[in-house]
Every structure is written in structure tokens, then in C-alpha cells.
């Protein structure tokens, strides 16, 4: 028996001689084979393109990877213990290969008869991410090996570790430990906790398996396996592992692991800058920082949300989005209940706080509704209000809230839980800096996700009376004055002149007064004064002076309906046409973009924009745009922008907008400091209803984001250039002084007054509908240019 056992250790040692040389000869052959290690020695991997405020707040990444990448000074130590007892407890001390993990995973894989287990180092790991596939063959695992020893030949084991830290696939299209951090908790790599760094650690093993996200059930398991084995090898105390297993790890939900609203500003910023580097854009790591603060971003998305929600309850409820079948008594049991209630709202996706839950009961006193099992919600009191007329037996079968009705519910904070509905309306709004056109927040819509169409830059629709102000700037240039006193009568112009259709404008309300001044006017937004100015200078001049403003002229056909805002803008042009306003006459282009620089932080590409002062950028006598100024003041002060007092600031002009049936609600306010522009409608045009106006639709989104973003922002007060005469209260330009400028339009004057004599017959006389004379710059006869419908036109 002895003897026996003796020849068949010799026979197993010389197997193991054979295997060793072997194995050497198979390492003289195929070591000068092996591919070198620029890869890992020259790291350089696809970053994507990321998105910043101006104050270094990311907004936005885009990529096929994301990654951020780390130094191993960089990592903590809780995380760096986690990874070691998730996956290599003897990394530093082994040279490459665990021959103790090699030996169990043989003997493992022997029993069950299967390559079921392997034995991967973190430099086995990092060697198969790099050059090798996850295949499971005995050459692949021989490649991996001689890789293994070639990388443990040349690299330290703290520059393997974070090769492993920087590279390893962790869900969600995240690479890396310091991108999966954020990604999941919503947090940099340096904050994360030691729950969180152990289910972290526990995810190279599964992605797909152990991911927080998809799989949180797996992944807690997973956790607290690595939580025990770090308390185990030392890592952590009794004490220590006791805290962390308990601990409560709260995943950010996917898509929201940014801290600020900013979509639309960051796929802006995506456009513009793929427009240079076309597809090295998602893989080179270019940082784009954007001109948005924080601050006034998160205002204007605030502000901009209040505004439609406000709109919303303003015109009833609409009933609930769904309805779905729900079998009596499923609460008692949670599995198949939570099972349920995700299906139900898996159509139904939530809006950031306007969230979707399937309602258990309801009456009119109380609803209670469930978006899991453990998140059961009761709506009381007035959070009921808006949607009171569902919650009766007289109501529609398609608007009735009851069991089983899918309802939107927002918690407001003041009040508690209340029954909203999803916007069908939407706004936009946009504020930038008058002194060089730096955009310091952009909204586009309500909600990103449902399109990327952005409505600042994209929505060509009607300004309404909130073009005005350049009409009259215009006016200004030709003689016109705030003091000039102008006929307020309706009038009619006939198809024979128009050259398409009978024409009839009117006020706002149908009320039409005495002749007043232009300044009062502008305050009243009277559309026969602003028809009547653009006649007296001429539709022709006025559509080129507008283009000095930024606008595209051949949006604003040089006819009458000019004047009431028929034409076409984006929110992006008006911001920055009232920026000559603000800044003293000067056109500035809104930008986005301050620099683009690439991953190791050298500057690529650096804005330098023209600057209010800058004589090369004027667009109109700075003694215009002071002048205009006083008049939106004014407007303020004493006319339909009258809540904007509110500020209590003396700096502040601005104009409110509504076009024909309340299609458009406008709002464009500004100061030396801040322009801004807020708009309402529907995508597909149709009325905001009767009442809507820009003043109520409008300007509560422009004055909730002002009070903000103004706040500390010291007043400037607009100094009269040279070449101004201050008379009896308003300013005249030295060539027109008093006697000489306009004095009116449409009242009688003096023979001496040319031009009054001219119009003298434009109807003085309210409540007579007057025919306006004809004008060479009417469309000829026959044309089929749009004129627009008949009916009231609004301020």
C-alpha cells in the first residue's frame, strides 16, 4: 500500500513538472506576443461631454459612457475596503494571481462538473476589461494571466487598483466608481457613506444583477454579504457594521442625478457644441460651461411650473389621466398589489413633484390613493378643491375620480397633498444680461421629457402689443414725442385698400377714448394710437428699423397689423431686443456658451462677446433707447405692467402681450442689470381663454423669478445722454424740440404742422369708424397676404 501511494505521488509530481513546463514554454512563446500596455499606462478613456452652470454645477452629460475619472488619492478608504473584500482580499499581497482562489475554483468547478466559478484577481479584472472578452475558455484564461503578470510587472498595485476604480462597468452606462456615485446617490465620490460604498462594491460581481436601481432587493442582499466580510477582515468594527447595515441607502431615480433643472440649457448647449466637434463630442471629455447660474435657474424652472399649475386650476379639471380595473381587497396583499400599481403607472410617468397614484377610494370629503404598497396618500380639505365637481354623483362617467382612476397629485408644502392634472398649456421663459447677452436662465417648457422641443428658441409665435415699444422707439426718430397727443377713435380699412379683406381693429375691451398722449398710450397699450403712429412714419420704415433690434424683418411684413404684433419671434430675440432698452441702446446677441475645455481643463474654445458700450454694436441713438426707456417706466409706474411695482424698484420697464383671442400671453420686463421674457400658449395655437391675458398669464411667471433673482441686486438709475430737452416733464430730442416735434396725430392742429395736416383726417371723433387713407406700403390689390381675423385685439 505504501509503495503504491508512493508511485502514484510520482506520477502526480511528474504531471505537475510537465504542467509547469508547460506553462513556461506556453510563457516563452507567448509572452513577446502580448499586446503592450499603452492602454493602461497612457490611460485615456471615452469621457463624455458634460454640461456646467457658470458657478460649476452640473447640468447635463451625454455619452455612451459615463465617467468621471479619479486619482487614487482621491478614493476613500471605506470604498477601497469595500472593493478589496467584495473582490480581491489579498490584492496587496499576491502577485497577480490567488492561487488559494485558483485552487477553490477548480476544486468548485470539478464537483459540479462546469466552468461555474472563476478566480479573477482585480488585475485579472482590469487586464480582461482592457484587452480580453468575458468569454469563459481555458486560452481566454490563459491570456488573462500572462496579461495578468505582464501588468503586475509593470505597474504598482495602487496604479492597478485605480485603473480597476476608473474602468470597472457599474449599470447605467456608468464606468467607474466616482460617475456611479453620482449616478446612484446623487453624490461625489468623496461623500458617499459605508452602506453606500458597499452596495457600490457590489455590483462589478452583476451589473444587471446587483444594480440599486433595477434590482434593489439583490443589490441589499449584496450589501450586506460585503458589509460582513469588510467586518470580518477588519475593516470595520462591531460598532461600525452595525451603523452601516442599518443604515437606509436612498437611490436617486434614474435621470434625476442632477441637482438642477436645466435640460433645455444643457441639450442647447449639446447642439452647439456637436455643430463643431460633430462625434468626438461624447467620447474627447469637453466640460462646457454654459453663462446659467444656479440660482436663477432654479427660479426660473420654479417659477416657470407655478405659472402653468396657477393656469391650470384657473380652468377646471379635466378628469383623471386614466382609469384601470382594481380587484377588490389586492391592498391585503402587498406583492401582488405593488405588482399591480407599477404596471398601472407605468404609462403614467411622474412630472419631477406632479406625481401619479391610482386612487383606493374616494368621496367628497377624502381621497386616498397609492403609489406602492408603503406610499398610501390621502387628499383632504382643500387640496380637494380643484377637482371638487369629480368628486360628486352628478359627475361625468369620463371625469368621475373612483376607485381605480389615475390621478396627478402634488405635494405643495403649505397645505399638504392636492389633486392636480398634467398641463396640456405651456410656457417658456428666458433672462439674460442687457450688458453683453449672457443667458442666466432658460426654461423651454414644462417638461423636458415629454419632447425637447425648446419653445425659447424653436416657437416662432405673435409678440402682441409687447412689440410695440419698437414701433414707438421708431416713431421717436421721426419726430414723435411721449407728450405727442394722438386720436384713440376705431376705424375700419376697406378690402379696396387693404387689398385682401375688410379690416376693423380694435381695443382691448372694445374702449376707445379721447385723444392721449403717446406715453399714456404705450401704458394703456391702445392699439388705434399704435396704428395710427406706424401710419404717420410708415409700415416700410418701421420693419427696418426693427431688424436693428435682432429681428428678422422679413418676419414682420411692413403692413399696419405690424403694429399690433403680427409677426413673428422667438422669447430668445425679445430678450435680446429689449436688452437695448436696458443697456442704452446697444445690440447684444444672447449667448450660452462661455468656454469649452477639454478633460485635462485646457480651454478650447472662450466667449468673448461684444459689450454694451461698444460703439461698433449700437443699434439706435442711445437719446432712443433712453427715451423708450422713461415710456416702459412709465408703463410700470402707471400701466398694464403696473404689478411689476411689486419690486418696489425704480429701474424696471417693461410690456405686457396678447395676441388676437388670447393665443399668446407675453411678458417682457427688464432692468439695467436683467432682462426677461415669460410667454404662454399651446403648442398648437388656440385660445388661453377670454380672460387670459399677458398681464395675468404671463407676468406672474416674469415677477416670481424677478423677486428672486434680483434680490440684493442694487438699483441703476439711466442717466439722459446729450442731446435731450427735459420740458414740462418729458424729454424731446434737440432737433425736436417743443413747436417743432409732432405735437399730434388725428386731432386738429395748426396749418404749421405739416404732418398733422396730413392725418388731421384719421378720425378725431370717438366712437365714428373712419376710413384710414391708403398707403403705398399696403399689400397691392389681389394679394392673399394674411391680414389676420377680425375681432378684438388685446393689450
Known sequence: MLRFFLKLAGIFAGLAACGVLLVGLALALAYPNLPDLDALTNYHPKVPLRVFTADNVLIGEFGEERRNVVRINEVPDVLKSAILSAEDDRFYQH??????????????????????????????????????????????????????????????????????????????????????????????????????????????????????????????????????????LGYLTADEYRVAAAEVVKNKPLGGEFAVHAEYVAELARQLVYDI??????????????????DHQDAAYASVREGILDYERRHGYRGPDAF????????????????????????????????????????????????????????????????????TDKAQP????RRGAIVRLLNNGKTGWEILQAPAVQAAFVSTDPTDGAIKAMVGGFDFSRGKFNRVTQAWRQPGSSFKPFIYAASLEKGLTPSTVISDSPFVLEASQTGSQ??????????????????????????????????????????????????????????????????QVTLLQEAGAYSVFANGGYRVTPFLIDKVT?????VLMQARPPKAGDESVRAIDARTAFVADTMLRNNVRTGTANRAMSLKRNDVGGKTGTTNDSVDAWFAGYTPALVGIAWMGYDQPKSLGSRETGGGAAMPIWLDYMQKALKGVPEREQKPPPGLKFVNGDYYFDEFPPGQAIASIGVPKPAEDPLSNLIDSWGNTSGNRQALPPSQDFPPAGSNRPWGTSGQVTP
Open 398 to 401: 369620463a371625469k368621475k375620480i
Open 95 to 232: 502577485g497577480g494571481i490567488d492561487w488559494a482562489g485558483v485552487t477553490r475554483a477548480a476544486l468548485t468547478n470539478l464537483v459540479n462538473l462546469e466552468k461555474s466559478q472563476g478566480a479573477s484577481t482585480i488585475t485579472m479584472q482590469v487586464a480582461r476589461n482592457f484587452y480580453l472578452s468575458s468569454e469563459k475558455t481555458y486560452t481566454r484564461k490563459l491570456y488573462e494571466i500572462l496579461l495578468t503578470f505582464k501588468i503586475e510587472a509593470s505597474l504598482t498595485k495602487d496604479q492597478i487598483l485605480e485603473l480597476y476604480i476608473n474602468q470597472i462597468y457599474l449599470g447605467q452606462r456608468s464606468y467607474g466608481f466616482a460617475s456611479a456615485a453620482r449616478i446612484y446617490f446623487g453624490k461625489p465620490l468623496s461623500e458617499i457613506s459605508t452602506a453606500e460604498a458597499a452596495m457600490l462594491a457590489g455590483i462589478p460581481k452583476a451589473p444587471s444583477r446587483y444594480n440599486p436601481v433595477v434590482n434593489p432587493t439583490r443589490a441589499k442582499l449584496r450589501q450586506q454579504y460585503i458589509l460582513q466580510r469588510m467586518n470580518n
Open 277 to 294: 466637434y460633430k462625434e468626438e463630442t461624447y467620447s474627447r471629455g469637453l466640460n462646457v460651461y454654459t453663462t446659467v447660474l444656479k
Open 502 to 567: 375688410r379690416w376693423e381693429p380694435k381695443n382691448y375691451g372694445g374702449d376707445y377714448g379721447e385723444p392721449l398722449t403717446m406715453k399714456s398710450a404705450l401704458a394703456k397699450s391702445k392699439n388705434m394710437v399704435s396704428i395710427r403712429i406706424l401710419q404717420a412714419i410708415g409700415p416700410k420704415y418701421a420693419q427696418d428699423f426693427v431688424g436693428r433690434f435682432g429681428f428678422d424683418p422679413a418676419r414682420h411684413p411692413a403692413y399696419l397689423t405690424m403694429a399690433l404684433g403680427a409677426g
Open 598 to 602: 477639454d478633460s485635462s481643463g485646457r
Open 324 to 391: 384601470v380595473d382594481l380587484p377588490d381587497g389586492l391592498e391585503k396583499n402587498p406583492e401582488k398589489f405593488n405588482e399591480f400599481i407599477d404596471d398601472a403607472l407605468n404609462d403614467h410617468p411622474d412630472n419631477d413633484n406632479l406625481v401619479a397614484a391610482v386612487v383606493l377610494s374616494a368621496d367628497s370629503k377624502k381621497v386616498v390613493a397609492a403609489r406602492s404598497s408603503n406610499d398610501i396618500i390621502e387628499i383632504t380639505g382643500s387640496g380637494l378643491k380643484f377637482a371638487a365637481a369629480s368628486l
